[in-house]
């Protein structure tokens, strides 16, 4: 199996994981956004560091990608702060679409960083699904609060498109399993002030759907971070928008949504979009 077609898998899995993510965070209530943040992360960083535990290297890393560690920790935690007001504030639908914006910020800052040239075909490709995008989130037709929440959400999906630059960045020089555990614990210390100080109670159930959030969201960290690792962001980047597929099935499912003729029409074009770039990959 190539090293593309393993980012493929990773990238389809990822937005499985991502796309349980977003049912439990909305499935948890009136808790703060940063609260369910500080326990998402919490979660990750106690995961990821049992992997490096059983590792040789354990916690050991090369002080040369300290930098880009860090790159990756503040826009990611930027990301998910944002996403998950866009989720508490947002049918569930569109903060997922909104955050599926960052392949197409991944790309863009790929360019610019990384030096990734892109072909004419892959940015139309792109340029395409986030058109597909716009379709579902039908910005003209929303309220001035919820403008505000989306430009939020957008916000979110620039900070995650740039987290997996620097992640693509590091590819060959850090492990995956490092790389979410500092990006993980550094979202929890950034948090860990309102965790402490604003505090909201939660119930047992709360607790447990939050953990699960947690879990779904570490299995998609490692995932995105495998996937990024094994091949260029304008090559993958576009099956992060399967996440599409994924949500629109949960919120048929759990919360009842039934997405209208726009929408269909936004993933009828990003699925299509899809299925190109795969063929049009292979074949050169």
Do not use: W
Request: aromatic share 14%; hydrophobic share 50%.
């Amino acid at each position: 199996m190539s090293n593309k077609t393993k980012g493929i898998i990773f990238i389809i899995t990822s937005a499985l994981c991502f796309a349980f993510m977003n049912m439990f965070v909305r499935l948890a209530g009136d808790v703060p956004s940063v609260q369910k943040s500080f326990f998402r992360n919490s979660v990750a960083c106690i995961f990821a560091a049992a992997v490096l535990l059983r590792s040789e290297e354990k916690f050991r890393f090369d002080k040369k990608n300290l930098p880009d560690l860090i790159g990756r920790s503040v826009f990611g935690t930027i990301g998910i702060l944002c996403n998950f007001y866009a989720i508490d504030h947002l049918p569930l639908a569109d903060a997922s679409m909104l955050n599926k914006l960052s392949p197409f910020f991944a790309i863009i800052f790929s360019y610019f960083l990384l030096k990734e040239k892109m072909t004419l075909v892959q940015i139309l490709s792109v340029i395409t699904a986030f058109i597909g995008v716009i379709f579902i989130i039908k910005p003209a037709g929303i309220s001035i609060d919820q403008t505000l929440s989306a430009c939020i959400g957008t916000l979110g999906g620039m900070g995650a498109g740039l987290a997996y630059t620097f992640v693509r960045k590091m590819s060959g020089k850090e492990r995956g399993a490092f790389i979410v555990f500092f990006f993980s614990a550094f979202s929890c210390l950034v948090t860990l002030p309102y965790f402490i100080f604003n505090y909201s109670p939660m119930t047992l159930n709360q607790t447990i759907i939050l953990i699960l959030a947690g879990l779904s969201a570490a299995g998609g960290q490692f995932t995105i971070t495998a996937a990024y690792s094994h091949a260029p962001a304008k090559e993958i980047s576009v099956f992060d928008y399967t996440q599409i597929i994924f949500v629109s099935l949960i919120g048929f499912i759990v919360f009842n949504e039934i997405p209208d003729i726009f929408s269909v029409i936004g993933y009828i074009i990003i699925c299509t979009v899809g299925i190109i770039m795969f063929f049009y990959g292979n074949k050169k």
